[in-house]
């Protein structure tokens, strides 16, 4: 048993202290780091955020500008439409019904996945923000949609009413980017490609169905990606979320450079089509370009969001483990 024992040798007077039997264990000095402990997030983990959403800021600006306010952007726009009509109609005539329900199969299944991890996570507060996030996307695009964006009319589109961006895309992205901001650290690289996917395929879908061009489908998907960061800048300043140390440092490695490489080629491709449609007016060229410019957009804007994901990894960490950890 411990107890009191006396101390001797020393000059003052006899003191007493307390002793611990071999077998006891010892106290142990926990870290700084144990839950309850809350880290803000650093000037220039916010300063990441910002520069992610003006990338996409700086994107949708492009988009509007060489689709919507400019003659060769319009006729491409209008080309890739009318090459759907002649090529692919045809074949998505039996799949009406499916393209014209993604949209909403996108949102049924993000309530679905919403509400899982209400219950079983108890995540109320970056569920909420997640909704708030897709609302003020949709929002988003309705303005610019009605309020803000006007089309000129430079005779080469049927349509003259503006209809960028594209509201069945910002619905169908931003439900599953609510549903990854929903998700925990350790589940959102995965949740990161449902967004993708909704995005896209809901994108092409409206394109294939004649409901918008190409262009609008992109806008959109720089709208949602924009919306996405800034909840995800705003998460950084939730408690619960700091201390959510789970890794996903494998499939950061995977994902980013994928996304990446994917991406780039995919936009080379979109950049090269454009320009034989616009020289040699080859039939198919320009609805190719058009969706390999919506599967780089997509594909490019969610590895940014995927690497706004990297938590600060300790000074030890190899170099290589070190950039790719997330």
């Keep these: 048993m411990g107890g009191l024992t006396q101390r001797t040798g020393g000059p003052g007077p006899m003191s ?16 700084s780091t144990r839950r309850g402990t809350f880290h803000p997030p650093t000037v220039g983990v916010v300063i990441k955020h910002l520069v992610v959403i003006g990338i996409m800021l700086f994107g949708l600006w492009g988009t509007v500008w060489a689709f919507l ?90 349509a003259t009413m503006n209809s960028l961006p594209s509201g069945h895309t910002t619905f169908a992205a931003a439900a599953g980017a609510a549903l990854f901001i929903a998700a925990p650290k350790k589940w959102r690289p995965f ?13 092409v879908a409206t394109v294939i169905n004649e409901w918008h061009r190409p262009a609008d489908v992109v806008a959109a998907l720089f709208v949602v990606a924009a919306w996405t960061a800034l909840a995800l800048l705003v998460l950084r300043f939730v408690p619960a979320e700091d201390q959510d140390t789970a890794s996903t440092r494998h499939t950061g490695m995977l994902l980013i450079p994928l996304m990446v490489i994917t991406g780039l080629f995919l936009a080379f491709c979109a950049v ?51 950039v790719w950890s997330y």
Excluded at 16 to 30: F, I, K, L, S
Excluded at 282 to 301: E, H, P, Q, R, T
């Design 16 to 31: 007493t202290e307390p002793t611990r039997d071999q077998g006891e264990t010892p106290v142990r000095d926990w870290p």
């Design 272 to 322: 090269a089509t454009y320009m034989i449609a616009a020289q040699q007016h080859f039939a198919g060229a320009a609805l190719l370009g058009s969706l390999c410019l919506i599967f780089a957009v997509g594909l490019l804007s969610t590895a940014l969001l995927v690497w706004l994901l990297r938590r600060k990894q300790p000074t030890e960490e190899r170099p290589y483990t070190k």
């Design 191 to 203: 949740m990161s490609l449902v967004m993708l996917m909704f995005g896209t395929l809901a994108g």
């Design 69 to 158: 306010y400019s003659y060769s952007g319009q006729w491409i726009d209008q080309t890739a439409t009318s090459e759907v009509s002649n090529n692919l109609r045809r074949y998505s005539r039996d799949s009406d019904h499916l393209l014209n329900a993604l949209p909403a199969i996108a949102g049924v299944l993000a309530v679905i996945g919403i509400l899982f991890v209400l219950v079983r996570r108890h995540r109320f507060l970056p569920a909420v923000i997640g909704l708030a996030m897709a609302a003020g996307a949709n929002g988003t695009t309705q303005a610019l949609k009605y309020l803000i964006l006007a089309k000129p009319n430079y005779g080469v589109q049927e």
